[in-house]
């Protein structure tokens, strides 16, 4: 027992100093090797060279993976599509200094020459993850110049144009085997054309990112200068790649890989708590982002229906196959253009788009959109121009020849084309659309004059805008309107003397009722609660000031009625009722929001809270967000409603603070509010979270029900967040006909929103920035309010989860 023991000890010991000896080996040397059973470690520890099987294949392979993760990663693989067939594989340097893999009978599985002779070379894997070839500061290879289907930080895509090395990701065939498949990823760039990457199925285009604007692929417009990793786009005369870095956290583990078997592009980071990795899919986001989905000269706008349209000034090739949602064909010209009388053209700006497909494209830097403007017109196919690089006002010149293929209009951040139009469509453009711009060639003094101020003016306002989360719609400047006052004998005639069947609902200051005014504009009424001992001048000027707020996803107020006893406050009628309406409503079968729309008013709200909470002249927190208090106008666009009464009829002071008297609604008030009436705008917040996680699971967190534990909805989603099953949060009704990403990341933000410390909660600049982009996201601490037999009283109680004796609200900041 004893010898047999210490036997057993020298052996573990030798294994250990084997162990210690050939993972402390960065490097080998001409002479030396690496077997299969060995391996190299690279100095810092983070990668790893040796040999592999994937999945359940006994095929060997030579591959480099994180030595950290226990969860086997590999990210570059030498012999793709050479397998070994058992161990016998070997990595050396020969004796005439190339790099060569042997498999069985020493037949040479794989290799690389290097082109300089150098007998001195060592073979090294490095901490990035490279594997180089390196003769004392030279590399004479690395594995970074020929990827995988991995793009890790520091790794180029793209062209050496000096060497003619093109780094393109292609993914493996399937998880055992990784020989490339049919689809790849890379830079694509014709000779002074406009460069791009493409992701491509066999030769098929399958998605474009946009050409590169200076600041951001025109394609992906959330993807915005983050902490988390700098992301950068060179074109030079030397070359043009695609970058990526981990930016202040080295320790931040992500990488970027194409999958052949789920056809996506999909950026994932290791989450060390749960010891996994968290996927955001990249590529395709949606309809929209398929190539070319609605043909030439066609837009896709994801949340229309059909989503896709012709540009302005063109019609479907075949009005046929386009009501049969065949948009292959795409679109042609209304008129055609004039282009042989020289000048009769003219220009109509397009906004918010995806730029089109620029292999037919040519850009030059030097350029001014004035000259670009005037070198499209002087080329009968030059079909579009615009500034190539958007920063600093816009300078460099690109323009398109031909059909514009691939278009899509986001809501925010999109670019703006000029398309050539035949001045008879230009008419038309200025009567149809207000918010296109028409630059008229012929110069007229008087209008150059009105344009230049017309330009400082949107220029003013964009410097304004820099830097802001969201397109905020405040309208076309107007004098500030005073507001306008019902007269109480058309009120009482528009409602039917408030008849009960015009009332819609029972809002938290009064009932709401519905009426016709005589021009028959629908209005909603609401009729305040007497019992606000404010006077009656102050309470004018509130509403005066809730009726310069406008944006689009707030309900519109069209003025008020005050008159004895009564006040009444007078908003657009919304035919589509509110967001509860459509999501609760558990009886019924038939799906009435679908994902998409889902998303969209998800986003929507927290457009309107930002605006309430941020941009708007005045701070307000809303103090009872809830699906209620969502309205939808009849595109389903959402509309918050009751903004701004808490600070009017209840008072206190809305940057933050502490009211005796609590509105709200039970089931969606933060902690620190419904106990100790703290609010800010991070009790708004918490709301926002719940909000997200009823529209995601249709399902009330007041009354949630579950058979084996007494958590509200918050509490579920957390037990099931914990335990890695998000997904059963979702909707059933929804089946799988969502985006898996985005459902996740909206999960994800609603817990981060519904943490317990308000300190914790994002903003709701935050809570867009997160739903709009892929960027990593902290994980959630745990929940406020996720038991639902927790009473106000219970919560107060000392020993309860989430009693603390203090909150403080420090994030707040008076404006
Ligand atoms: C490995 O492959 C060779 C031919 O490539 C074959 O002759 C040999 O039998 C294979 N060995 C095993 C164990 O499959
Ligand atoms: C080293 O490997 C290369 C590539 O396989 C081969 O061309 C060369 O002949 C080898 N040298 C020797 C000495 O075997
Ligand atoms: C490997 O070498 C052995 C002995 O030299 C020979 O019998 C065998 O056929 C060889 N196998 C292959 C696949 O070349
Ligand atoms: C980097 O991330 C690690 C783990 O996520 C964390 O422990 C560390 O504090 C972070 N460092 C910085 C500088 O943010
Ligand atoms: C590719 O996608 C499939 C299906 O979603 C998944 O099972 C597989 O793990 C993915 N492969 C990689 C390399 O991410
Ligand atoms: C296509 O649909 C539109 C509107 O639904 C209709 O007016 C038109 O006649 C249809 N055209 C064809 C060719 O089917
Ligand atoms: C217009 O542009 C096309 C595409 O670059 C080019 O082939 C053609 O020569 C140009 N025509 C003129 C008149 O410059
Ligand atoms: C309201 O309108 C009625 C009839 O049009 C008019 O008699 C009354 O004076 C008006 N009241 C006020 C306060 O303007
Ligand atoms: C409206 O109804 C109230 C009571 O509900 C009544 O006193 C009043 O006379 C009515 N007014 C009109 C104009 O019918
Ligand atoms: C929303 O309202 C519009 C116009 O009233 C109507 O056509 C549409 O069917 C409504 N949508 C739903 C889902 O009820
Ligand atoms: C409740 O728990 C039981 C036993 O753990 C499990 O089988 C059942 O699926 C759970 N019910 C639900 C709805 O999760």
Redesign the pocket.
Known sequence: MGRLCFSFMIGSNLLFLLFTHSFAVDNISPSQSIRDGTTLVSRGGSFELGFFSPGSSKNRYLGIWYKNIPVRTVVWVANRCNPINDSSGILMINSTGHLVLLGQNKSVVWWISSAKHAPSAKVEILDSGNLVLRDAGTYLWQSFDYPSDTLLPGMKMGWDLRTGIKRSLSAWKNSEDPCPGDFTYGIEMELDAYPEAYVRKGNAKYYRTGPWNGLRLSGLPELRPNPLYRFNFVYNYNEVYYMYNNLQNKSVISRLVLNQTASTCDRFTWIEAYQTWRAYSLVPRDLCDNYGICGANGKCIIGENPVCQCLKGFKPKSQEKWNLTDWSLGCVRNKPLSCQERYKDGFVKFVGLKLPDTT?S?VSKSMNLKECRTKCL?????MAYTSSDIRGGGTGCAIW?GDLIDIRQFVANGQDLYIRMPASELENGVKVKTSMTIEVSVAVVFSGVLFVGYYLHRRRRKLRDIGETNQNNEGEPKKDLELPLFNLTTVIGATNNFSSDNKLGEGGFGPVYRGTLPDGQEIAVKRLSRSSGQGLNEFKNEIILFAKLQHRNLVKLLGCCIQGEEKMLIYEYMPNTSLDSFIFDQMREELLLDWPKRFHIICGIARGLLYLHQDSRLRIIHRDVKASNVLLDNEMNPKISDFGLARTLVGGDQTGGNTNRVVGTYGYMAPEYAIYGLFSVKSDVFSFGILVLEVISGRKNKGFYHPNYSHNLIGHAWILWNQGRPLELIDTRLGSSYTLSEVLRCIHVSLLCVQHRPEDRPTMASVLIMLGSEIPLAQPKQPGFFIETESLEAGVSPGNQWSTNKISITLLEAR
Do not use: A, V
């Open positions: 037919h040519w002087k080329n009968c196919s030059c020849f």
